[in-house]
T-cell receptor
Framework: KAGVTQTPRYLIKTRGQQVTLSCSPI?????VSWYQQTPGQGLQFLFE???????NKGNFPGRFSGRQFSNSRSEMNVSTLELGDSALYLC??????????????FGQGTRLTVV | EDQVTQSPEALRLQEGESSSLNCSYT??????LFWYRQDPGKGPEFLFT???AGEEKEKERLKATLTKKESFLHITAPKPEDSATYLC???????????FGTGTQLKVEL
């Protein structure tokens, strides 16, 4: 059974540019969440999508956005990149939202470096 | 607001020296407490989910327990391959949002 796939694995962008990251969840999983991981802040929740609808949003500026497609694949976009956006971006997929369905499995992440 | 505190921040053990990692939490309506293992440069690897106080789960040399205020990850007779960062997270309220602690970095030496 394939795991969570994130592409690309590594990205280098310049300040002011925008970037799109992609996540393909485990087959059959309908919930996708995104997290930002930095050495100083640890893992912080960005947003969650279920059946193409955003269910939760973390405390990040509007430059961070996402969407989910009908096949459950998800993308997140960061516009007007800042140096502080350099981080490991992680995607997690879950089966659903009911009790026992919420175990989250993570991808390997996309390492974004902003220069 | 949900909060998770993990201790110690770092732990160095000799191979075979058992120990425990602590995860203290405050959450509004706990729906699940999760333990993950993370190796450098990789995504977190799922270990356990605990749902209610008194629950215990085991996997190889690892055993996770849960009370109303904290969880412990017991490591019995660790091996060097158990070296990693162990993350604790809670899920409360609606949706699948996880609130993570900052992790315990474990190093097991020969």
């Amino acid at each position: 059974k394939a795991g969570v796939t994130q592409t690309p694995r590594y990205l280098i962008k310049t300040r002011g540019q925008q970037v799109t990251l992609s996540c393909s969840p485990i087959s059959g999983h309908r919930s996708v969440s995104w997290y930002q991981q930095t050495p100083g802040q640890g893992l912080q929740f960005l947003f969650e999508y279920f059946s193409e609808t955003q269910r939760n949003k973390g405390n990040f500026p509007g430059r961070f956005s996402g969407r989910q497609f009908s096949n459950s694949r998800s993308e997140m976009n960061v516009s007007t990149l800042e140096l502080g956006d350099s981080a490991l971006y992680l995607c997690a997929s879950s089966l659903g939202v009911g009790f026992g369905d919420t175990e989250a499995f993570f991808g390997q992440g996309t390492r974004l470096t902003v220069v | 607001e949900d909060q998770v505190t993990q201790s110690p921040e770092a732990l160095r053990l000799q191979e075979g020296e058992s120990s425990s990692l602590n995860c203290s939490y405050t959450v509004s309506g706990l729906r699940g407490l999760f333990w993950y293992r993370q190796d450098p440069g990789k995504g977190p690897e799922f270990l356990f989910t605990l749902y209610s106080a008194g629950e215990e789960k085991e996997k190889e040399r690892l055993k996770a327990t849960l009370t109303k205020k904290e969880s412990f990850l017991h490591i019995t007779a660790p091996k060097p391959e158990d070296s990693a960062t162990y993350l604790c997270a809670v899920q409360g309220g609606g949706g699948n949002k996880l609130t993570f602690g900052t992790g315990t970095q474990l190093k097991v030496e020969l």
